[in-house]
C-alpha cells in the first residue's frame, strides 16, 4: 500500500501547524539571498495549501511574521510584509478553484495600510467559503494571543457580563485568534530545530510534535503524508490511558 493510500484510509488530522522554518538556511546554500528563500517558501505554502484541502485537512495554521520577527533587517522586513499581496496577486485563482479561506491571526494595527487593507479584503472575500481555512499567522504571538484574551475576559467580568465561576477553558478558547478552528493535531516544525518560539502555546496542549530535517521550501506533498503518516502511528491518550488490546 502506498503512504498516500495508507494516510487516506486513516484519522485524518482536522488542524495541522506548521513553523515554516529554514528559508534563509535553505537560500544560502544556493548562494542566494535569504529574501530568495522566502520567495519559494511562500510559493510552496500555495502548495502545501491545496495538498491539505485535498486530503480533507479542515484547518492550517501556519506561522508567517511573528511578534519577535520586527528585529530583523528592515529590508528583510519590507520583503516579508510585501508577502501577502503577492501571495494574492499570483495564487487568488488556485485559491478559488480550491474554496479555500484564508484568515489572518495576529496583531492587526502595527502593518502599513496598505497591508492592513489587503488583510481585510482577502478575508471579507473568502468567507464563505467552505474547503481547508488556512490562517496565516502574521505579528503573531501567542504571549500576546493570550494576554489579548484575558483581557478581554476581564473587561466582561468588570462588566458584569460573566461570573468568576463562568472563567473555564471553553471561554478561554473562544477568547483566542483560533476561535474558529478545530482543536490542533500535529504541529510541524521543518529545518530541524525543535522549538516553540511562541507560536499556538495554548493550542499545543495535546497536540503531537513533528521535527524533519527539509527546510520549508523543500517542504513537499512526500514529507506531508510522511508527517501525517507518523501521526496516524501514535498513542494518543490525552492524559488517559488506552484500553489494552
Ligand atoms: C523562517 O525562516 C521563515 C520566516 C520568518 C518567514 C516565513 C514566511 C513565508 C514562508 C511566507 C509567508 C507567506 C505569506 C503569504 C505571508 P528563517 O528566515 O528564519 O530561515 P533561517 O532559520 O534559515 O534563517
Redesign the pocket.
Given at each position: 500500500m502506498s503512504v498516500e493510500s495508507r494516510v487516506l484510509s486513516g484519522y485524518i488530522p482536522r488542524h495541522i501547524a506548521i513553523i515554516?522554518?529554514?528559508?534563509?538556511?535553505?537560500a544560502k546554500k544556493r548562494n542566494m539571498p535569504?529574501t530568495f528563500?522566502?520567495k519559494k517558501?511562500?510559493e510552496n505554502?500555495k502548495n502545501i495549501a491545496i495538498e491539505c484541502n485535498e486530503l480533507g485537512i479542515k484547518a492550517l495554521s501556519v506561522y508567517?511574521?511573528s511578534t519577535e520577527?520586527w528585529s530583523r533587517p528592515k529590508a528583510e522586513i519590507d520583503y516579508?510584509m510585501n508577502?501577502?499581496s503577492k501571495?494574492e496577486e499570483t495564487f487568488k485563482g488556485k485559491f478559488e478553484e480550491n474554496d479555500i479561506r484564508v484568515i489572518f491571526s495576529g496583531r492587526k494595527n502595527r502593518f502599513p495600510k496598505n497591508v492592513q487593507d489587503l488583510i481585510k479584503r482577502v478575508e471579507e472575500k473568502t468567507k464563505n467559503r467552505k474547503g481547508l481555512i488556512l490562517n496565516?499567522c502574521?505579528d503573531y504571538g501567542s504571549y500576546t494571543e493570550i494576554l489579548d484574551g484575558v483581557k478581554e475576559i476581564s473587561e466582561l467580568y468588570k462588566n458584569g457580563d460573566i461570573k468568576l465561576e463562568d472563567i473555564n477553558e471553553d471561554l478561554m478558547k473562544n477568547h483566542l485568534y483560533t476561535k474558529e478552528l478545530p482543536d490542533l493535531d500535529l504541529l510541524i516544525r521543518t529545518?530541524g530545530e525543535e522549538r516553540i518560539s511562541n507560536f499556538l502555546l495554548w493550542q499545543l496542549a495535546y497536540s503531537e510534535l513533528y521535527f524533519p530535517k527539509v527546510?520549508?521550501p523543500a517542504f513537499n506533498k512526500k514529507q506531508l503524508l510522511k508527517a501525517i503518516d507518523n501521526f496516524q502511528k501514535r498513542n494518543r491518550r490525552f492524559g488517559g490511558l488506552k484500553e489494552e488490546k
Open positions: 515554516m522554518d529554514g528559508n534563509g538556511r535553505w535569504r528563500g522566502h517558501g511562500s505554502l508567517a511574521f520577527n516579508l508577502l501577502p501571495f496565516i502574521f529545518s527546510h520549508w
